[in-house]
């Protein structure tokens, strides 16, 4: 029998997401993402199809690496224009009912205190579906917006990160005990005060004296999600992350990647999800004539201010064949790790955009349905990832063939579920209400 896989769509709340240009397509709606209806639609879809969960990419500041300028971005729609992902979360939570929403959020610019309520006030009004994706950004841009000079460097931002999840974990998980919440109408005692407590922290970062404002959510600490694969982001994955995001790459780069994970969070299991962008048609050639149509549509400047941004690296700069000199920067280290394995070692502009192809930092697959499920389960025997996150192409068709034709192929091979598990997005995916002993939110509980 092979393994389950499981999907997740990877989007973003705004235009160009990761495949720029697309938006230019005549059928692509991706321009309505400003509308309920959108979010909505999107939701009922991937429910259908049993996805686990949508999960939203966010990111604070714009790209204005290339050139030193945000114009291609904002010409391009690269992913500014761009709105707060929590905010369209309830909308959708309003419409489905088992479907999870992985959340990112940068904890650089909010308090911990702040953050730990809007994430469980997303929890309760979810039913214990959120999960989020824990960033600390990689854009100057931002820290400017923030009115700091720049942002911290690269492993700075990781021990800031790590202290910021001690104290969200006592928020979350210490606060408000199990029992703290009465609702003892006779007695009129809501909540019983002797059960809550005070979270106090003195520490390099940050200081705070103060109970949690919510009572305990389903999951109280969300589901967590990591996407960081640099020696330091692996120790930090390994140490709190229950899912990891790994950009794509061929199976056995991205299989020693897993191995490794795994072995520096035993006896801890993760899951690990990949990056993968799909076009696929009834026939192979279907597939590559329509991966020639998107490619008219797709925007070599906006993928170049993208991948500028993300390697913190200024294309501009550089001359067609000039080799790029790409150290591991201040930026997504694992991302200028997985271009250099995509171009090879010559790491030049034209390589990137001959990478490009629909305008990203992914190749795209191609195929008909019943090769791309051959692949999928192929590469899930590989690589030993638990499944993936499918980024957008052309919206909604993208996904209407995957949840119409693609889910049914997996199936028919024994390798997709039939129907969701029950339970919060924590317990369909680990069978498990809470996080367990060595997890550092379960030490915080006390
Ligand atoms: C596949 C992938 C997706 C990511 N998505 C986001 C995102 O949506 N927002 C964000 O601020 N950072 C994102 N990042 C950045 C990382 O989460 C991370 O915080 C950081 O930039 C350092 O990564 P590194 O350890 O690989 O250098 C992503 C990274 C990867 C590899």
Same mark, same amino acid.
């Given at each position: 029998?092979?393994?389950?896989?499981?999907?997740?769509?990877?989007?973003?709340?705004?235009?160009?997401?990761?495949?720029?240009?697309?938006?230019?397509?005549?059928?692509?709606?991706?321009?309505?993402?400003?509308?309920?209806?959108?979010?909505?639609?999107?939701?009922?879809?991937?429910?259908?199809?049993?996805?686990?969960?949508?999960?939203?990419?966010?990111?604070?500041?714009?790209?204005?690496?290339? $050139?030193? =300028?945000?114009?291609?971005?904002? !010409?391009?729609?690269?992913?500014?224009?761009? %709105? @707060?992902? &929590?905010?369209?979360?309830?909308?959708?939570?309003?419409?489905?009912?088992?479907?999870?929403?992985?959340?990112?959020?940068?904890?650089?610019?909010?308090?911990?205190?702040?953050?730990?309520?809007?994430?469980?006030?997303?929890?309760?009004?979810?039913?214990?579906?959120?999960?989020?994706?824990?960033?600390?950004?990689?854009?100057?841009?931002?820290?400017?917006?923030?009115?700091?000079?720049?942002?911290?460097?690269?492993?700075?931002?990781?021990?800031?990160?790590?202290?910021?999840?001690?104290?969200?974990?006592?928020?979350?998980?210490?606060?408000?005990?199990?029992?703290?919440?009465?609702?003892?109408?006779?007695?009129?005692?809501?909540? $019983?005060? =002797?059960?809550?407590?005070?979270? !106090?922290?003195?520490?390099?970062?940050?200081? %705070? @004296?103060? &109970?949690?404002?919510?009572?305990?959510?389903?999951?109280?600490?969300?589901?967590?999600?990591?996407?960081?694969?640099?020696?330091?982001?692996?120790?930090?994955?390994?140490?709190?992350?229950?899912?990891?995001?790994?950009?794509?790459?061929?199976?056995?780069?991205?299989?020693?990647?897993?191995?490794?994970?795994?072995?520096?969070?035993?006896?801890?299991?993760?899951?690990?999800?990949?990056?993968?962008?799909?076009?696929?048609?009834?026939?192979?050639?279907?597939?590559?004539?329509?991966?020639?149509?998107?490619?008219?549509?797709?925007?070599?400047?906006?993928?170049?201010?993208?991948?500028?941004?993300?390697?913190?690296?200024?294309?501009?700069?550089?001359?067609?064949?000039?080799?790029?000199?790409?150290?591991?920067?201040?930026?997504?280290?694992?991302?200028?790790?997985?271009?250099?394995?995509?171009?090879?070692?010559?790491?030049?502009?034209?390589?990137?955009?001959?990478?490009?192809?629909?305008?990203?930092?992914?190749?795209?697959?191609?195929?008909?349905?019943?090769?791309?499920?051959?692949?999928?389960?192929?590469?899930?025997?590989?690589?030993?990832?638990?499944?993936?996150?499918?980024?957008?192409?052309?919206?909604?068709?993208?996904?209407?063939?995957?949840?119409?034709?693609?889910?049914?192929?997996?199936?028919?091979?024994?390798?997709?579920?039939?129907?969701?598990?029950?339970?919060?997005?924590?317990?369909?995916?680990?069978?498990?209400?809470?996080?367990?002993?060595?997890?550092?939110?379960?030490?915080?509980?006390?």
């Amino acid at each position: 029998m092979p393994q389950e896989i499981r999907l997740n769509a990877f989007d973003m709340a705004c235009v160009g997401h990761i495949q720029h240009g697309m938006w230019t397509h005549p059928r692509d709606t991706s321009a309505n993402y400003n509308t309920l209806e959108h979010w909505l639609g999107l939701a009922r879809l991937l429910e259908r199809g049993l996805f686990d969960g949508l999960f939203l990419a966010d990111v604070l500041g714009v790209y204005d690496v290339l $050139d030193g =300028s945000p114009d291609a971005a904002l !010409r391009g729609a690269v992913q500014v224009p761009l %709105l @707060d992902p &929590a905010m369209i979360v309830p909308a959708m939570a309003a419409v489905t009912s088992q479907l999870g929403f992985g959340i990112t959020a940068n904890l650089s610019y909010e308090t911990p205190y702040l953050f730990a309520r809007r994430m469980t006030t997303l929890d309760h009004l979810t039913n214990g579906r959120i999960g989020w994706n824990i960033v600390t950004g990689y854009l100057d841009s931002a820290a400017r917006a923030m009115g700091l000079g720049r942002q911290m460097a690269h492993d700075d931002r990781y021990d800031m990160a790590d202290e910021y999840m001690e104290v969200v974990y006592r928020l979350w998980e210490e606060s408000w005990a199990d029992d703290a919440v009465r609702r003892d109408a006779a007695a009129g005692v809501f909540t $019983d005060p =002797s059960r809550v407590r005070r979270i !106090r922290h003195e520490g390099k970062q940050f200081r %705070l @004296d103060a &109970a949690h404002l919510c009572e305990p959510s389903p999951q109280r600490t969300p589901v967590l999600y990591q996407a960081g694969a640099s020696s330091r982001g692996m120790v930090f994955a390994a140490k709190h992350a229950e899912c990891v995001f790994l950009n794509g790459g061929p199976a056995p780069d991205v299989a020693k990647q897993v191995a490794a994970l795994r072995a520096l969070a035993a006896p801890r299991p993760i899951r690990v999800f990949v990056g993968a962008t799909l076009v696929m048609g009834r026939t192979r050639a279907e597939a590559e004539e329509k991966l020639a149509e998107y490619r008219r549509h797709s925007s070599v400047e906006g993928a170049l201010a993208h991948a500028a941004a993300s390697l913190g690296i200024d294309f501009g700069r550089y001359g067609m064949d000039e080799p790029i000199e790409a150290g591991p920067g201040n930026a997504i280290q694992s991302n200028v790790a997985a271009m250099k394995r995509a171009t090879g070692p010559r790491f030049t502009k034209r390589g990137l955009i001959d990478q490009f192809i629909l305008g990203s930092r992914q190749k795209p697959m191609v195929g008909s349905v019943q090769e791309i499920a051959d692949r999928l389960v192929a590469y899930v025997e590989e690589t030993g990832v638990d499944g993936f996150n499918l980024s957008r192409t052309v919206f909604p068709e993208c996904l209407v063939e995957v949840v119409d034709q693609l889910v049914p192929a997996l199936q028919e091979r024994g390798a997709y579920k039939t129907a969701y598990a029950p339970g919060t997005y924590r317990e369909k995916l680990f069978g498990a209400a809470r996080l367990t002993d060595p997890h550092p939110a379960a030490l915080a509980r006390g």
